[in-house]
């Protein structure tokens, strides 16, 4: 039994350095998902207290504050949050976030983030 009828071999060698756009869409995806971990389980309580992103108002609303590091991504100017109906929709929104994170369509937001982040270093 051969290998190349076992698998698509090709020649091709690892980068040895990985674009940063790259990388901050990876983080801010395994960020994603270590939220929508915390969320699955169905309890409102402990979403609350186990998650940094995620927080319930006194009226009841849920709401959604994706960050990039410490600091939370302004998504449009001004805004920081998404307002979720129920714990349903706040999952619902989390993975649509990652989504948007992996077509890069939050490229422009997470290098913003970004810069603000390393800006602070240089002082």
Known sequence: MTLDKQFKLEAA??????????QRRHKFISAIDKQIEKTTDGS????????????QT???QWFI???YGKAPLELVPGLNSIKCSDVDDV???LVKLKVLA???KLDQVLEAAAASI???FGK
């Open 44 to 55: 409102t309580t402990l979403i609350t207290v186990r998650s940094s992103w995620v927080w």
């Open 58 to 60: 006194d009226k009841g």
């Open 91 to 93: 999952a619902d929104n």
């Open 118 to 120: 390393r800006s602070r």
């Open 65 to 67: 504050s994706p960050k």
């Open 13 to 22: 060698e690892k980068p040895k350095t990985t674009n940063p756009i790259h």
């Open 102 to 104: 992996s077509e890069g």
